[in-house]
């Protein structure tokens, strides 16, 4: 079993509109997470930690759920500078990250 | 500030040449990482330095894939003899010590061997 699991999409939204996407984590012992960017034939750049509490930057949040092993992120008012893909990124210790696939953001006019 | 430099950006090359890439973190940054990310997949660590010594290559394919970070700054990965299936985006990151607030990668290495 993979230790991140994300749907990869594509995700196809409506400019203006919500969207929402969970990835799933293996180790329970996890202790920190991370959303990365990345756009197309481009490299990875940090969108936002994942603190416990859940957070918030703009128009993007992110939650983590530790009983379930999930954490989300939520884009609102999509723009169409949204459309990239989406990393779900794990700590596994030891100063490793797992990456997951990704999910694919479309934004359309 | 510079960010991660990585050269060269593209690579094409016959299968069974080597290759090698290269790549200079960001000033300061003590933890340098290697990953390959396949088509369509995220990145996969290949090697994680501490300075100059090498601390979790466990899953570097040691038969064909080498690096070395000699003096704790620039570092190669190099490939001999290539295979048709090592064809990815090879990512170079650094961080300063610890991952708590992520890392920065580099523009990457895409490779394709024919």
């Known amino acids: 079993r993979k230790e991140v699991e994300q749907d990869p999409g594509p995700f196809n939204v409506p400019e203006g509109a919500t969207v929402a996407f969970n990835c799933t984590y293996s180790n329970s012992a996890s202790q920190s997470f991370f959303w990365y960017r990345q756009d197309c034939r481009k490299e990875p750049k940090l969108l936002m930690s994942?603190?416990?509490s859940g957070n918030e930057d703009g128009r993007f949040t992110a939650q983590l759920n530790r009983a379930s092993q999930y954490i989300s992120l939520l884009i609102r008012d999509s723009k169409l500078s949204d459309s990239a893909t989406y990393l779900c990124?794990?700590?596994?210790?030891?100063?490793?990250?797992?990456f997951g696939k990704g999910n694919q953001v479309v934004v359309i006019p | 500030e510079a960010g991660v430099v990585q050269s060269p950006r593209y690579k094409i090359i016959e299968k069974k040449q080597p290759v090698a890439f290269w790549c200079n973190p960001i000033?300061?940054?003590?933890?340098l990482y290697w990953y390959r990310q396949n088509l369509g997949q995220g990145p996969e660590l290949l090697i994680r330095y501490e300075n100059e010594e090498a601390v979790d290559d466990s899953q570097l394919p040691k038969d064909r894939f080498s690096a070395e970070r000699l003096k704790g700054v620039d570092s190669t990965l190099k490939i001999q003899p290539a295979e048709l299936g090592d064809s990815a985006v090879y990512l170079c990151?650094?961080?300063?010590?610890?991952?708590?607030?992520?890392?920065?990668f580099g523009s990457g290495t895409r490779l394709t061997v024919v």
């Open positions: 994942v603190y416990s």
């Open positions: 990124v794990v700590n596994e210790g030891n100063n490793r990250l797992a």
């Open positions: 000033s300061g940054h003590n933890t």
């Open positions: 990151a650094s961080s300063p010590g610890g991952i708590d607030y992520g890392y920065t």
